[in-house]
Nanobody, 121 residues
């Protein structure tokens, strides 16, 4: 079972930026898609960005134009660059692999601890 370790979160003022990293203990080369999720207090975990094995990306409307997902297969790492952060982006952020880029219902690996992002107004 691949282990995931998210990092890069923190406290930032509205309008600021953060870059999250997610390191996998195993190879991500053959993974169909990777995704970044977040869960705010009292809400369900939501998928905010995903990237296919070919680099095709998709974003939730709430983050489109502000967040950028990327992957480095050589480092088994997926990133999330977050710009123009808003207080509503406050959440714990997680990554995971998707069974298919076009099917977001299923993830492949156990969830990591996540990384807390807090955006102050």
């Amino acid at each position: 079972q691949v282990q995931l370790v998210e990092s890069g979160g923190g406290l930032v003022q509205a309008g600021g930026s953060l870059r999250l990293s997610c390191a996998a203990s195993g190879s991500i080369l053959s993974v169909a898609a990777l995704g970044w999720y977040r869960r705010a207090p009292g809400t369900q975990r939501e998928l905010v960005a995903r990237i296919s094995s070919r680099g095709i990306t998709n974003y939730a409307d709430s983050v489109k134009g502000r967040f950028t997902i990327s992957r480095d297969n050589a480092k088994n790492t997926v990133y999330l660059q977050m710009n123009s952060l808003k207080p509503e982006d406050t959440a714990v952020y997680y990554c995971n692999a998707l069974r298919a880029y076009t099917d977001t219902r299923f993830t492949l690996w156990s969830w990591g601890q996540g990384t807390q992002v807090t955006v102050s107004s």
